[in-house]
Structure formats: C-alpha cells, structure tokens
C-alpha cells in the first residue's frame, strides 16, 4: 500500500540519513523491519562503520542525474528499511578489509549515494510516518499524524519555520526493550493509528477545497 514514509538515522550530534520511502510505512510493515534490524546488536555495529567509511551524501543536482537513469537501491523509494542492510553490509565488509590490512579507505566510486530528504517530515499530508534511529541514545522514535512546534527539544524543532507542522512523536524504544520485544508486541503498540492520513487528518469543504483537521493533536 502506498504509504509514504521517513527513516532517519541521527547519530554524532548529525543527520546521517533520510531516507523517503513511498511503499508500506506502517509499523506492521516497515516498523517491524526496524525492529528485527535493531534488534542485532552486531547490524547496529556494522552500520555505524558503514555510516562512517562507506556512504557518501549526494547533491540535489547529482540526485537529478540519478533520477535520469534507473537510481540505486539507496535512491530508490522503493528500499525504505532495507536501506540499512545494505549500508551495514558494507560497513561489515569493509571492517574485515580493515582487520585483515591497514588500508580501510573505500574509494569514493564504491560509496553508497545517500539523498537527505528529510524536510518531507514537514509535509503534514504525505509523510505518514516517521522513523528516526538515535544511534547517540540507542533509541528508536516512531512519529505520525502533525503537530506544533511546542517544545525547543522537539526533534524536529529546527526544521521550517514558526508555523509548519512537525510531526508527533508516538512511541519510543531503546534498542534493549526492541531485542525483548516480539514483532506482534511491537505492532499493537499502535493498534488502531495504522489507517489513511487521509481519512485521519484531511477532509474537503463543499468547494474541493482541503481542509487539516488537527482537533486532538494541538
């Protein structure tokens, strides 16, 4: 289903992915693909070294090019979580390279392209859920459904201006409680939140005209 979707990674005081998926953002879908991810503590090993040695973020006008011809899987909207397989993947490959030689340089041609999109957490119709992964904190936050910028510690307090929405944050995991948690245990914890952004916050005037509705949110 189409359901678009943010998955970010913030780690070292920075954003070092945000990756916009359009396909199966629910938690039942991609939520739960995070999950399994994190609940390895060797994935999360691996992926802070591919973070570090083996991505590199791409222009808007390199992404045009991309966009010209068929894009890779990390420019694809298509990937969503399966994003961090493949930086960690490489993150674990290079580390062998690095334990075996003194040479752990990755040539830049052999980089992952990686796009920062993450403004579209700002688009308070189309972005239905937000992901964000705190490597500083070890901690998942999941976000859906539009708010206003109430707090300065707001995630996303410094995006936009004064009057754009942020998204609201629902529910928060450290990666502990992940590695206990059953797939099932995770899903119903948004039992009832997984249905249309349309159906949830948009309705139309008699004119056409879209109307936010936020009654509950602010």
């Known amino acids: 289903m189409g359901t678009r979707h943010l998955i970010c990674i913030y780690w070292q005081g920075k954003w070092y992915l945000a990756q916009y998926g359009q396909w199966d953002g629910y938690p039942r879908a991609q939520?739960?693909?995070i999950l399994e991810f994190l609940s390895n503590s060797e994935n999360?090993?691996?992926?802070?070294?591919?973070?570090?040695?083996?991505?590199?973020?791409?222009?808007?006008?390199?992404?045009?090019?991309?966009?010209?011809?068929?894009?890779?899987?990390?420019?694809?909207?298509?990937?969503?979580?399966?994003?961090?397989?493949?930086?960690?993947?490489a993150g674990?490959?290079?580390?062998?390279?690095?334990?075996?030689?003194?040479d752990q340089a990755v040539?830049?041609?052999?980089?992952?392209p990686l796009f920062l999109e993450l403004k579209f957490v700002l688009d308070s119709i189309y972005c239905e859920w937000a992901y964000v992964i705190d490597l500083d904190t070890e901690c998942l936050e999941v976000y859906s459904g539009?708010?206003?910028?109430?707090?300065?510690?707001?995630?996303?307090?410094?995006?936009?201006?004064p009057q754009?929405?942020?998204p609201t944050l629902v529910a928060?995991?450290?990666?502990?409680?992940?590695?206990?948690?059953t797939e099932e245990e995770f899903a119903n914890r948004f039992e009832g939140m997984e249905t249309s952004r349309v159906g949830r916050f948009v309705t139309y005037d008699e004119e056409g005209n879209?109307?936010?509705?936020?009654?509950?949110?602010i």
């Open 31 to 33: 939520g739960v693909a």
């Open 210 to 217: 879209m109307i936010l509705n936020l009654k509950g949110y």
């Open 107 to 112: 040539d830049v041609a052999d980089k992952i």
């Open 92 to 102: 674990a490959e290079a580390l062998q390279r690095h334990d075996e030689s003194s």
């Open 164 to 166: 754009d929405f942020v």
């Open 172 to 181: 928060s995991f450290g990666f502990e409680d992940l590695r206990k948690m």
């Open 44 to 89: 999360v090993k691996n992926l802070k070294y591919g973070l570090e040695h083996c991505v590199h973020q791409v222009s808007a006008e390199e992404l045009d090019a991309y966009a010209a011809r068929k894009p890779p899987p990390s420019l694809d909207r298509t990937t969503s979580a399966k994003l961090l397989s493949i930086i960690a993947s």
């Open 146 to 161: 539009p708010d206003q910028k109430k707090t300065d510690s707001h995630r996303f307090k410094s995006l936009g201006g």
